[in-house]
């Protein structure tokens, strides 16, 4: 489960039942941590995070919260992901992609195929929260639609909440963290 990247704040909301079970919407309440985990961000710099665990007290089901500088699954910061996938868009090949970045090229080439096969489905998820939050715009082609729509829904969220976290830490904190996921029809409903 996705969460702000501020460990206060989850903390606050995790121990006044603000936080709901993804499962059953029952109440999520603290539960221990998980392993460390450290996250690539740009160039050779890693953050270490320990995220919280929750337990639901309806269904009992257990839940790691991720921050939303995250995306499930990946150890890459979702701004790295988010910069190859803006570059791509861009018409930049992989292997440049990967050199700009320092990732190794292999990654960056699953994380391209995965969005482009995945971009319809991301494409309509996104434009359900702009949708939510405001207008969208087609873009041309299924990639770079999926893109706009990330984008749009970010500056929706910007307009009507206030400046808060970057456009992939957004896209993170949307999608439950299933940006890159291995199918495609696994995103949280939209309100």
């Given amino acids: 489960m996705i969460v702000c990247a501020g460990e206060a704040r989850v903390e606050a909301e995790l121990c006044g039942g603000v936080l709901s079970c993804p499962s059953c919407w029952g109440v999520l309440a603290p539960w221990g941590?998980?392993?460390?985990?450290?996250?690539?961000?740009?160039?050779?710099?890693?953050?270490?995070?320990?995220?919280?665990?929750?337990?639901?007290?309806?269904?009992?089901?257990?839940?790691?919260?991720?921050?939303?500088?995250?995306?499930?699954?990946?150890?890459?910061?979702?701004?790295?992901i988010g910069a190859a996938i803006e570059a791509r868009a861009r018409r930049r090949g992989y292997r440049r992609i990967a050199a700009e970045l320092g990732v190794p090229v292999r990654?960056?080439?699953?994380?391209?195929?995965?969005?482009?096969?995945?971009?319809?489905?991301?494409?309509?998820?996104?434009?359900?929260?702009?949708?939510?939050?405001?207008?969208?715009?087609?873009?041309?082609?299924?990639f770079a639609d999926a893109l706009e729509a990330i984008a749009v829904a970010a500056r929706s969220w910007v307009l009507r909440f206030g400046p808060g976290p970057w456009v992939w830490s957004l896209a993170s904190l949307l999608s439950g963290g299933l940006l890159l996921a291995t199918r495609g029809d696994l995103f949280p409903p939209v309100p």
């Fill in 33 to 80: 941590f998980a392993r460390v985990r450290s996250i690539r961000v740009l160039g050779d710099a890693t953050v270490s995070l320990r995220p919280r665990r929750s337990k639901c007290s309806a269904c009992a089901c257990t839940h790691v919260l991720l921050p939303d500088l995250c995306l499930l699954r990946r150890q890459y910061a979702a701004v790295v």
């Fill in 107 to 142: 990654t960056v080439r699953r994380w391209l195929a995965r969005f482009a096969c995945h971009a319809e489905a991301i494409r309509a998820h996104f434009t359900r929260w702009a949708f939510v939050l405001g207008a969208i715009l087609p873009a041309g082609d299924g």
